[in-house]
């Protein structure tokens, strides 16, 4: 069985005073929680997130990561500094990046490259836009999204990813997947990751996101192929946070 994984996605949000509400509550109500449980931070914030975090059973990450490792690269943050504040996970390829930064594919690829090479847990985000599910290319676009991916990896790289399957039209919108629908999507990623390493693809915690709340989560999280969650507004809440975490 793996073990769920339940991720929130901070996005550009927080200040300290906020931020120290929002982890102590998470801390105060997560109990001996069965899954995983992470938050990914804006990066000023690693180093609240590090002392807030010390010795409870919560990691963090960031909301990306450079693909370089060091230099003149002006505004990046590279996976180093994300460890040297105890960072576990970088979230890579977020639908947010791909069109506001233009973020390919491969660069994409390139990204999950660094931070596996570094010690960092990747969390690859693919996802479809609406006119790509509408017009029937689901399959094609997730699946080029993550065969990018497969390329860069070896076949025991890629059981140390985690797998974000985020339609694009369900993010912030309120419209989430129904169960039946991400489940075939994770379903296609699994044989996907399967055709290059069956063992590893079935270790890989595949997370869905996309207006993942209290009252849709307990269905998603039953799929058999649905591993956990990448959760954005409902992440800025700790009951909201905690009631998902209870549902996986
Ligand atoms: P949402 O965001 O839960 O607010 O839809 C999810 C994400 O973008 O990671």
């Keep these: 069985m793996r073990r769920k994984l339940i991720a ?15 982890l102590q509550g998470i801390k105060d109500g997560l109990g001996n929680a069965a899954c995983a449980v992470a938050v990914c931070v804006p990066a000023p914030y690693f180093a609240q997130c590090q002392s807030a975090l010390a010795g409870s059973a919560v990691g963090w990450g960031a909301q990306d990561l450079s693909v370089h490792e060091a230099g003149a690269y002006t505004g990046e943050v590279s996976a180093a500094m994300l460890l040297d504040f105890g960072c576990a996970y970088a979230i890579v390829g977020h639908s947010e990046r791909r069109t506001y930064h233009g973020e390919s594919n491969e660069l994409v690829a390139q990204k999950t490259v660094r931070a596996l090479k570094s010690g960092l847990t990747p969390i690859v985000c693919v996802g479809e836009s609406l006119a790509e599910r509408e017009s029937g290319n689901t399959a094609a676009v997730v699946g080029a999204q993550v065969d990018a991916v497969l390329a860069a990896l070896s076949g025991d790289e890629l059981g140390n990813i985690v797998i974000a399957y985020e339609p694009v039209w369900a993010i912030g919108t309120g419209k989430t997947a129904t169960p039946e629908m991400a489940q075939e999507v994770h379903a296609m990623l699994r044989a996907r990751l399967a055709a290059k390493n069956p063992a590893a693809a079935e270790r890989v915690q595949i997370l869905y996101g996309g ?16 591993d956990g969650g990448l959760i954005g507004g409902a992440s800025l809440k700790a009951a909201d946070f905690l009631a998902i975490v209870a549902a996986a």
């Design 8 to 22: 929130g996605n901070w996005k550009m949000n927080g200040s300290q005073a906020a931020n120290a509400v929002l």
């Design 211 to 226: 207006s993942m709340k209290p009252d849709n989560a307990k269905e998603l999280l039953a799929m058999p192929d649905i």
